[in-house]
């Protein structure tokens, strides 16, 4: 067990490097099981998610190699078809090999995830996708069962833009008989990311960034090259990190183009954001307006950043109201939150937060990955020192976090906690 111990008051200036986004990646190595032989992954993280999905790929019989940021995939003729409890339960994002492994396989055998603490965070529409391709699904003993010799191309209409069905349908139907339609598809950039890698490997995908994908089953993929979008929620992190500590930082490899919403917002809320084909800065000169705020799939407001939106709003000047759209529990993060003296009341879907001055540094629990770097960004704003523990969470998703902080001048060190650490500070 470790935990970051942050002291207060630093402002954040400098210039931090953005790498391959998490939620892009994962999926790409999914689908890199689509084709045998060998496909060559770059601008990978170095993050323990990733680490998590090499030793999936590696159980169903692929060689998984990294190579400075490239990692390459090596997928036999015949790959296993068999996800186990244990990685799936460490990673949700895991279930994205059910839909490239129906389709290559004929069947699939994957544990029902646990993952991030965020919600219920259904699988009826992966099911229903893959049911209306021909595929049987049964959920027997903690796995997901699907067989299909061979999917058939299917018209699929989802309830809500779901990121995880849009990609596991959009896996499963590159290989079926026929064409495909996927109606209220997700929007996000990581999907516009896994559709060029899956063109790469030979697939027939149209209306890719639309809400309608349209797919044209091929008979047989082929390894490719690809590189890795940058990660739109790191760099907004570093966005918000900037605004709050009222600093200024160049976020290089950032996509301006993929934040829009949640850079403009930090605009309303005081600071100057300049985009340049490099990158994009955040600077803030005062204290932070509040700004409310309503998460939405892509391109509304991204759920992944709404726990350092609300840490913002936590010591800006005002009141803020944040509906959380996508996903009903994320508020787990609050009660860590108000431990360092935040004001915030939640109802539902909706939580007011009233600006403070300053918050008071506290030990404080990570549930998930985007609450764990929220609250060390809290902690950054915060008077005396913050202890963030259960950083494993970070890890998973942020790589070199600790190296960042310090290059942006924060005074904030990385330490191992006995196992009953947390709770004997926290009394
Ligand atoms: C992905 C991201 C996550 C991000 C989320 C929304 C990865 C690894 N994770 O998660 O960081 O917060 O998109 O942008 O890429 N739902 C159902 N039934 C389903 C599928 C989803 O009810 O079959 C619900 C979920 O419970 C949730 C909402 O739909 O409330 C959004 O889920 P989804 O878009 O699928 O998110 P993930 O792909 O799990």
Redesign the pocket.
């Known amino acids: 067990m470790e935990r970051f111990v942050v002291a207060g008051g630093a402002r954040l200036a400098g210039e931090v490097r953005v790498t391959g986004a998490?939620?892009?990646v994962?999926?790409l190595m999914a689908a890199s099981l689509l084709a045998e032989g060998t496909s060559r992954l770059t601008a990978v993280p170095e993050i323990l998610?990733v680490a998590i999905m090499s030793e999936l790929l590696r159980r169903l019989g692929c060689t998984v190699v990294r190579d400075g940021d490239a990692v390459d995939i090596t997928v036999p003729e015949r790959p296993g078809h068999e996800a186990d409890y244990d990685l799936v339960r460490r990673?949700?994002?895991s279930?994205?090999v059910l839909g490239p492994l129906v389709a290559r396989c004929g069947e699939a055998k994957v544990a029902l995830p646990g993952?991030?603490a965020?919600?219920?965070?259904?699988?009826?529409?992966?099911?229903?996708?893959l049911t209306r391709l021909g595929a049987t699904v049964q959920s027997e003993h903690g796995y997901l069962l699907a067989r299909a010799p061979r999917l058939t191309g299917a018209s699929v209409w989802?309830?809500?833009?779901?990121?995880?069905?849009?990609?596991n349908l959009l896996m499963a139907s590159v290989l079926a008989k026929g064409r495909t339609t996927i109606d209220n598809a997700?929007r996000?950039p990581?999907i516009v990311d896994l559709c060029g890698f899956l063109r790469a490997m030979g697939a027939q995908i149209g209306g890719v960034g639309t809400s309608t994908l349209e797919v044209e089953g091929v008979e047989a993929l082929w390894p490719a090259e690809h590189r890795t979008l940058p990660d739109r929620?790191v760099a907004g992190t570093w966005a918000m990190a900037a605004t709050m500590t009222r600093g200024d930082v160049f976020v290089r490899g950032g996509r301006a183009e993929h934040l829009e919403v949640a850079l403009g917002k930090l605009e309303q809320a005081g600071a100057v954001v300049t985009a340049s084909p490099d990158g994009f800065g955040v600077r803030m000169d005062g204290r932070p307006r509040a700004v409310d705020v309503v998460t939405l799939?892509?391109p509304g407001f991204?759920?992944?950043l709404q726990p350092m939106m609300m840490a913002l709003n936590a010591v800006a000047d005002g009141t803020a109201m944040i509906t959380e759209n996508?996903?009903?529990a994320r508020w787990m993060f609050v009660n860590e939150l108000t431990r360092l003296g935040a004001d915030v009341r939640t109802d539902g879907h909706h939580a007011v937060v009233r600006g403070r001055e300053r918050l008071s540094g506290a030990p404080v629990r990570a549930h998930d990955?985007?609450a764990g770097a929220a609250l060390v960004l809290a902690g950054l704003a915060a008077e005396g020192t913050t202890e963030v523990h259960d950083i494993a969470h970070i890890d998973r998703g942020y790589e070199g976090f600790l190296a960042s902080l310090l290059d942006l001048g924060a005074d904030v060190r990385r330490e191992d906690v006995p196992e009953d650490g947390f709770e004997q500070r926290r009394r």
């Open positions: 998490k939620n892009s994962l999926k998610d990673m949700r994002a279930i994205a993952g991030d965020i919600g219920s965070r259904g699988l009826d529409m992966h099911i229903a996708g989802l309830d809500f833009p779901s990121v995880g069905a849009t990609e997700a996000e990581d929620i799939p892509y991204p759920t992944d996508v996903f009903e990955i985007r």
